[in-house]
């Protein structure tokens, strides 16, 4: 069997360390370092070529996918009475995301020395939410936490699901969008010069609506460049502030009163927030210590800051249902809900099935919001194409009446 070279890190007397050794694979490598007395945390194939390191670096992105799948693997497995450290061990050798198997070797030597699960998934916040944490946490101090998981990994797939419909049902609008884009870009580019050209050689003044196209299909030569450039940073600026505070606040309410988009937008948030309170319930969360973490799911600050006003409510003593009745947003059939579960004592069952409730009013709506973009979609593209075609033939036309 041929020998390859392994980059591996490990921890040794508390302090990681990090190094490269060769092996047939890297089970073996694996085994070499407990062997040695070391607690291997991350081994990988080092690359041998600097564009192979860039293809490894560029795919070492956890998806939402892989870590819902990697939740459910290990609800499975401790609940099949394999240990923590087996289950995270098995699950890290077969995932094919790199950063998770980084993550999850980590979180395996965290657990070897003596943390807790939550504490170890702690140290990583950017793949594991305060929800899932809390969870964990409830799960692991009530001698549940097969069951805790199993919840967790549900609640992720309802929120993939839902998120995968509301994608697929965007694809379309985008894809013309982008076509249109690219098409009217390359008319006024290179099919408008060449009318230009003719124009100009038959000494002619042009049409009012002539002579604004080619002063754009001018501009976009010159400026075309820099305005790209503007477009680029401002969607730069975007990314990285977005989920600024200042911004949110500014942006958040406006996203909610979007025509038609903003009707979905808020269900989706309730949807999201709905599932994670009833999870929360269900492990044995209590509901203050829920409140105050499920606010951030829901993707929306105003959703958030009602939230947070409804803690407030709770935490003096008010009844969660009559504090959700008092913000308007929620609208008053979760509050209604919400008060016969907690008469019921089944407050879990009935804010999973609002959730499933705005589950299907959104995939419903999504396939509406469709329906109608299509058809204006087809009319704003052709009109802009047919506009175009218009102002480049206009001063043909009027030749031609003159001739005539």
């Known amino acids: 069997m041929a020998t390859k070279t392994f980059e591996y890190t490990v921890i040794a007397g508390g302090a990681t360390q990090s190094g490269k050794v060769d092996g047939p694979d890297a089970q073996t490598v694996a085994r070499h370092l407990r062997e040695s007395g070391l607690t291997p945390i991350d081994i990988r194939e080092a ?47 077969q995932s094919s995301s790199l950063a998770l198997q980084k993550v999850l070797r980590e979180v395996a030597g965290d657990i070897e020395t003596g943390w807790t699960l939550a504490d170890a998934l702690a140290k990583h916040p950017k793949m594991f939410s305060p929800v899932i944490l809390a969870m964990v946490r409830a799960g692991e101090a009530g001698g549940y936490l097969d069951a805790v998981l199993s919840s967790v990994a549900e609640q992720l797939e309802g929120e993939l699901r839902l998120r995968r419909a509301i994608k697929a049902a965007m694809v379309y609008p985008a894809v013309v969008l982008i076509f249109a884009f690219f098409v009217v870009i390359a008319m006024l580019l290179f099919i408008v010069p060449i009318f230009e050209g003719i124009f100009s050689d038959l000494g002619k003044e042009l049409p009012l609506p002539t002579q604004i196209l080619v002063s754009l299909s001018n501009f976009l030569k010159i400026g075309g460049l820099p305005l790209a450039l503007v477009v680029a940073f401002c969607g730069w600026w975007w990314a990285n502030h977005r989920n600024d505070l200042a911004v949110r606040e500014k942006v958040d309410p406006i996203k909610l009163k979007i025509p038609l988009v903003g009707g979905l937008m808020l269900k989706v948030s309730l949807a999201r927030l709905s599932r994670s309170i009833a999870t929360m319930s269900r492990v044995g969360v209590p509901i203050v210590q829920t409140l105050d973490i499920v606010g951030e799911t829901s993707g929306n600050i105003v959703v958030t800051q009602a939230v947070e006003r409804v803690k407030q409510q709770v935490t003096r003593g008010s009844a969660l249902g009559k504090a959700i009745s008092e913000e308007p947003i929620f609208g008053p059939m979760i509050s209604r809900m919400v008060s016969v579960g907690e008469d019921a004592g089944a407050l879990d069952s009935m804010l999973e099935k609002v959730a499933e409730f705005y589950d299907d009013e959104v995939q419903n709506a999504t396939a509406s919001i469709t329906s109608i973009i299509e058809p204006i979609l087809i009319v704003f593209v052709g009109s802009i194409v047919g506009g175009i075609l218009i102002c480049l033939y206009f001063p043909i036309f009027q030749l031609s009446t003159a001739v005539e």
């Open 47 to 93: 690359p041998t070529s600097l564009l192979q390191r860039d293809i490894n670096i560029g795919g070492s992105r956890a998806k939402p996918k892989d870590v819902a799948v990697m939740i459910r693997q290990l609800a499975t497995m401790v609940n099949a009475g394999l240990s923590l450290l087996q289950s995270i061990t098995a699950i890290a050798d």
